[in-house]
């Protein structure tokens, strides 16, 4: 039983957290606050107004014209203006026309689609409608990768929902505005992100790239005028038309509006989905919202937008987040990966990561990316491998730059950005790797060097654990290790109780 | 070729063919349909055997090179039987420097088949994963939904044996 008279231990506010106080959630407002499977939950917090306004009481070019106002740009990477974008498949003669939504979210370590459809489907759906009307399209895709099967149900059970309630399907809202959506699911390729490449894919040929123009704003789908926007995107589309353009457009830096949403993860205190408005620094994202570096360890740098991004170093960490500033420190927004470093992570063997993931999703389609992505890994390797060559780092660059000016599709003309952006700001470590076969970090298995030093008691659990017998020593004397037979599996690192033994 | 995709029918069963039929009958006419026709045979056959790969094109009207084209671009199909027991080897960073290599090496000398390949009596399939998400307990792999961390080479045949 509540004792009213009794004071209890308050509850933080959630805006007292350090984790919530600079974040502003706009497409994750409903997120973990109202059941997803429930359209009337939706319809409480103010769900479908959008597209009851937009219909009733705005023309589609009224649409177009405030989503061009509100500033809004795509989310999904390149960061092209919504509103013109709409603006161009409008214009496009119809009668047939599609708007297709991107739901194959497949950067390693993003996460920022998925919560949304799995937490918050209907807004996705409100948006794709009100882009219909504004375009005028009747029929939507949502392609969504078939790794998410709890989205999947979701979206379906979503449509389901809206049908029944008549947010979908024929003469919306009274008026001659039909809307129908379907689910595409992927089938496992990463380049399927590209919007040619996804139509081809509806389409059920191989994913693969097409050169623009035309744009698919022109010929799409199927040959049809096709607006392709991005998740996030569509899910900041019901948000503008209930509150404004203006309202909006207050939000974040000149040319960046809004908010964004991005998956903090690494070496971070506070790792999750974090919404924040643009133009905010990465400093006050890492240490306030991500409470700073575990371990009192110093941070080293951030990886923003995935494989497709770059790294951000300590020097520039003051800088606001947004789409034009981000551009010139070399790498992007992306979809909304952060990956926070510190002084353990390797920046040669994190280019490697990156650099195997795209080649590895390289369709084949044009050369530059098939063949360009697979020499730049190939000397990656060998310089992690301690077998880098004099010559090596310029070879990197100048095929890196080969590889932007000339490949088809986003996914190569980025593919090299991991690799620019790390040689820019820590060339030095490319250098130790190649001059002196030396990783920095000490986490380039092939360059690591362990040795015991005079904390060593002698206690033996070295010897004990070392799986090939390179450990050797009396009971309670010094112990030493055979580089030869070492293998660097770093057994004896972590069993050693003194920490008597170092990597470097 | 229709006759011998309903004499062999690939596992034998001639349900499964009755609902290839079906579900070819869901989606015929509809734009678009290779993908999701393929990805529902692959849940009825566990793979896409030729002569289904076949018949799929005969009755959607689609050459068979294209629907090879498109099999073998996306990860989620498979043209060869798969195993009843899935094993994932783990070759991410935190099992690479703990011996990640040589754990696939013992499972590979234990069934005697490569990695990405099938046992011919289909109880085991090997695949490498870049991570699977538990590096605390490298060196790792998972067979089915199963995880055992960990690792050493000579503790692989009690564990496969557990599945055979």
Redesign the interface.
């Known amino acids: 039983m509540t004792d009213v008279n009794k004071t209890y231990e308050s509850v933080p506010l959630y805006n007292d957290l350090s984790f919530f106080k600079k974040q502003q959630r706009l497409v994750l407002a409903n997120c973990g606050f109202m059941d997803p499977e429930v359209i009337e939950e939706y319809i409480i917090r103010g769900g479908y107004e959008a597209l009851a306004i937009a219909l009733t009481k705005m023309s589609p070019a009224d649409v177009v014209e405030e989503v061009k106002k509100s500033g809004l740009r795509g989310r999904g990477g390149g960061g092209f203006a919504t509103g013109m974008k709409w603006s161009f498949a409008a214009k496009s003669p119809g009668p047939k026309k599609y708007v297709v939504c991107n739901a194959d979210e497949g950067d390693p370590g993003a996460f920022m689609d998925r919560s949304v459809l799995e937490g918050d489907p209907h807004k996705l759906l409100e948006g794709m409608a009100i882009c219909g009307y504004a375009i005028g399209a009747d029929e939507g895709y949502i392609y969504c990768r078939?790794e998410y099967p709890l989205a999947i149900k979701r979206l379906k059970l979503a449509i389901k929902q809206a049908e029944d309630m008549g947010f979908l399907g024929d003469n919306l809202f009274g008026t001659n505005f039909s809307f129908h959506l379907k689910i595409?699911?992927g089938?496992?390729?990463f380049v399927c992100g590209e919007e040619t490449a996804l139509m081809a894919?509806?389409?059920?040929?191989?994913?693969?790239p097409r050169p623009r123009p035309p744009f698919p704003a022109i010929s799409g789908l199927?040959g049809k005028p096709t607006n392709i926007n991005n998740v996030e995107t569509f899910a900041n589309v019901p948000t503008i038309i209930t509150k404004g353009a203006d309202w909006y457009a207050a939000i974040g830096t000149e040319k960046s509006k809004g908010t964004k949403v991005f998956a903090l993860t690494g070496k971070v205190n506070n790792t999750g989905l974090v919404e924040v408005p643009m133009g905010i620094t990465m400093k006050e994202v890492i240490f306030e919202v991500g409470g700073g570096i575990p371990n009192g360890k110093k941070f080293k740098g951030a990886q923003i937008g995935g494989p497709s991004g770059g790294c951000i170093p300590e020097s520039l960490i003051n800088n606001p987040i947004d789409y034009d500033s981000l551009i010139q420190a070399g790498a992007m927004m992306g979809s909304g990966g952060l990956v926070v470093m510190d002084e353990d992570t390797c920046m040669v063997?994190l280019a490697r990561?990156f650099l195997t993931?795209t080649q590895a999703e390289s369709?084949g389609k044009c050369t530059p990316c098939r063949e360009g992505t697979k020499r730049m890994l190939e000397i990656l390797n060998r310089i992690t491998e301690g077998k880098g060559k004099a010559g090596d780092i310029a070879l990197l660059e100048d095929l890196a730059k080969n590889i932007k000016a000339t490949a088809l599709c986003g996914l190569g003309q980025t593919a090299p950005n991991p690799v620019l952006s790390t040689l820019r700001y820590f060339r030095h470590e490319y250098e130790a790797h190649i001059n002196e076969k030396r990783c920095p970090a000490g986490a380039c298995?092939a360059l690591a060097s362990f040795s015991i030093t005079e904390a060593c008691k002698g206690c033996s659990l070295c010897k004990k654990v070392c799986?090939v017998n390179a450990i050797s020593g009396e009971a309670k004397a010094l112990h030493a290790i055979n580089k030869d037979v070492c293998?660097?599996?770093?057994?004896c690192v972590e069993k050693c109780p003194f920490k008597a033994i170092i990597k470097g | 070729m229709s006759n011998q995709a309903n004499k062999c029918c690939c596992g034998g069963e001639a349900n499964n063919m009755a609902q290839l039929d079906e579900l070819l009958a869901k989606w015929q006419g509809v734009k678009g349909a290779l993908i999701p026709v393929l990805q529902g045979a692959q849940d009825i056959y566990g793979y896409l055997p030729k002569e289904v790969i076949c018949y799929i094109g005969e009755k959607l009207n689609v050459p068979t090179s294209q629907i090879y084209g498109v099999v073998t671009f996306y990860a989620q199909f498979h043209l060869a039987p798969r195993g009843r027991n899935i094993i994932r080897v783990c070759q991410g960073t935190a099992c690479h420097v703990r011996g990640g290599a040589k754990i696939l090496k013992a499972i590979e000398e234990n069934l005697k088949i490569a990695a990405g390949k099938t046992t011919p009596d289909l109880k085991f399939t090997i695949e490498t994963v870049a991570c699977i998400g538990a590096c605390g307990l490298a060196p790792v792999m998972m067979i089915n939904d199963d995880t055992h961390g960990r690792l050493t080479p000579d503790r692989i045949p009690e564990i496969l044996g557990k599945y055979a």
């Open positions: 078939a595409k699911e089938a496992g390729a894919s509806i389409e059920g040929k191989r994913g693969m199927w063997d990561f993931f369709c298995g799986p293998i660097k599996c770093g057994a």
